[in-house]
């Protein structure tokens, strides 16, 4: 599985810049460069600024065992190549092209322990005071793999930020789309309750209306048929009442009450309700206030009021 590294931002590679050319002074040799691996290539990535260093940026080669570097990798350690020529190993190498004939180079490293390249130094001749400088040489690539640690650190931070703002994101909609579906789910719920409760009071209201024309009259014409026989007319006055009590529990009791009275008596009841006086009530039907009182005694009587001091408009309000 491929490791996943960050680009080299332009700000560590002047660092590096000025790394390179210290190491050419302090080493005295003409060419110190930072390559970067890219397996099977193998390219310049920093080189030192000296008027006889051969190698510019983006020169690439082709890993093999020719190469110094090569060399490098495959120990995955220092490589010292003090005179190529007399070495039948790089006798033939393909920095001698360039006359580069000296060599140490070292493996610089991800902190994950994959290969990012080399850091090396080269001349045309052995080189005793690079020779001394390799201790040295192995703590600028210490320094290097320092910056590629923290490069990486920052990296998988913010891809790790990154995630969490993508996952964040997604629960969020996650989150909206569900209470949009509950939302939904609820107002289908309250329609539906709703059409159940119309479809109840509607089939209520049927019952009561049959058991109104169709059973109510009948027991009137039964108590004609019993007066004189108290026995059986106690019955039949539980039967009425058990019927009344039945169909009231299913009725609207305002309704109920309105389906007694007469239209007079409906519109004053509604006037009563809305808190109008009898006089105001009069004044708006034009009639007399005796006459709006004669409606009310009536009210009052078919609500089972007559006799009682309970006001009308509280009544008529609790039924309401």
């Known amino acids: 599985m491929p490791v996943d590294h960050p680009e080299i931002p332009q700000e560590t590679l002047a660092n590096w810049q000025q790394l390179v050319d210290l190491v050419a002074e302090l080493a005295d040799v003409p060419a110190s460069l930072i390559m970067k691996t890219d397996a099977p290539d193998h390219a310049v990535l920093i080189t030192s600024d000296h008027p006889e260093n051969p190698y510019p940026v983006g020169l690439s080669f082709q890993l093999n ?114 209470t949009r579906e509950l939302q939904e789910t609820n107002t289908a719920l309250r329609v539906l309750l709703s059409s159940l409760d119309d479809d109840r009071k509607s089939r209520d209201h049927e019952i009561v209306e049959q058991v109104r024309s169709r059973v109510l009259p009948y027991l009137e014409k039964v108590r004609a048929q019993l007066a004189g026989d108290e026995a059986q007319y106690v019955y039949l006055e539980l039967a009425e009442k058990n019927l009344n009590e039945l169909t009231s529990a299913l009725s609207d009791k305002l309704t109920d009450a309105f389906a007694v009275m007469t239209p007079t008596e409906i519109e004053i009841a509604q006037m009563v309700m809305f808190g109008k006086t009898t006089k105001d009530i009069a004044k708006a039907l034009s009639r007399e206030t005796s006459t709006i009182d004669f409606h009310r005694n009536n009210i009052r009587r078919k609500l089972g009021l007559e006799g009682r001091s309970q006001n009308l408009r509280s009544h008529l309000l609790s039924i309401s």
């Not at 991800?110 to 201790?135: H, M, Y």
């Not at 998988?156 to 964040?168: D, F, I, S, V, Y």
Request: glycine share 6%; aromatic share 8%; net charge negative.
């Open 65 to 178: 065992p020719k190469l110094y570097c090569q060399g490098v990798l495959q120990r995955d350690g220092e490589l010292v190549v003090k005179d190529a020529a007399c070495d039948p190993v790089w006798a033939d190498n393909d920095d001698l092209e360039h006359g580069m004939t000296f060599y140490i180079g070292l493996p610089l490293k991800w902190p994950d322990g994959s290969v990012f390249g080399t850091i090396c130094v080269l001349d045309r001749k052995q080189n005793r005071r690079a020779l001394l400088f390799r201790e040295g040489l192995a703590q600028f690539a210490r320094m290097v793999e320092s910056d590629l640690a923290l490069l990486q650190e920052v990296y998988l931070r913010r891809a790790l930020e990154e995630k969490l703002n993508e996952t964040l994101a997604q629960l969020e909609t996650r989150v909206a789309d569900r």
